[in-house]
């Protein structure tokens, strides 16, 4: 598993397409893996996951990436990045995480639950349908939807102090991720609700953890989400 951080370009054209197409931003990462056609399975096989990050404040734009291969960052655009720091090899690092161990974590996520599409003619006669996949706006389901992958995921989430039913969680809202997928009449908007998660958790299985560090959380993995970032524990 490598670790990387790469401050974009603001200047660069591509990179002010990419930070508004989802879709352009993935095609433009999977660049540093000739290996895999962009199409297919690509952020699969190369395992990508990324989060992109705005830092206005510092007029920063700055991309975390991780992945099983070893990553190529120089197959990127010319002058698309002004630092790339890594790839670092984190394998070691993942593996000796322990059980009840505590650690601080940061996940932009799309999180999602499915709705009936069956008519209610069709309910009755018991037809069954793929759900749709919603965004959950609720925070309190956002919150609930964590916990769940927490829990199939090796971790739980920590309380705060002072109510032990409290999760000591930020969740910052971040409206939509759009991008669009095809061209010409084929041409689909792609948008995906955001939520930026920060807070504590502590490993309840380190096997089913290690997983979810290398898999992801949640959908929409190949547009930014499900990237989950740990440090040492601090308070929210």
């Not at 401050?7 to 290996?35: G, I, K, M, S």
């Amino acid at each position: 598993m490598y670790l990387s951080c790469l401050v974009l370009n603001p200047a660069n054209r591509q990179v002010r397409r990419d930070v508004t197409n989802c879709r352009e931003l993935h095609r433009t990462l999977l660049r540093a893996f000739p290996q895999f056609s962009p199409g297919g399975q690509a952020r699969q096989d190369s395992g990508l996951l990324y989060r992109l990050e705005n830092e206005r404040r510092y007029g920063r734009i700055i991309v975390y990436a991780q992945s099983k291969l070893k990553p190529e960052w120089n197959n990127t655009p010319k002058g698309y990045c002004m630092e790339i720091k890594g790839p670092k090899y984190v394998k070691p690092i993942y593996e000796s995480l322990k059980v009840e161990q505590i650690l601080s974590f940061c996940l932009r996520a799309n999180p999602t639950r499915k709705i009936e599409t069956a008519q209610k003619t069709e309910r009755l006669r018991g037809v069954r349908k793929n759900g749709r996949r919603v965004f959950i706006k609720d925070y309190a389901e956002q919150i609930a939807w964590l916990q769940r992958k927490g829990k199939d995921g090796g971790f739980e989430l920590l309380s705060v102090s002072i109510d032990e039913g409290t999760p000591d969680l930020m969740i910052n809202p971040e409206g939509k991720v759009s991008g669009y997928h095809g061209k010409g009449e084929q041409k689909q908007l792609l948008t995906f609700g955001s939520i930026l998660y920060k807070g504590n958790l502590r490993i309840s299985d380190s096997k089913l953890f290690m997983q979810t560090l290398v898999s992801g959380i949640g959908s929409g993995k190949a547009y930014g989400f499900g990237l989950l970032s740990l440090a040492s524990p601090r308070r929210y």
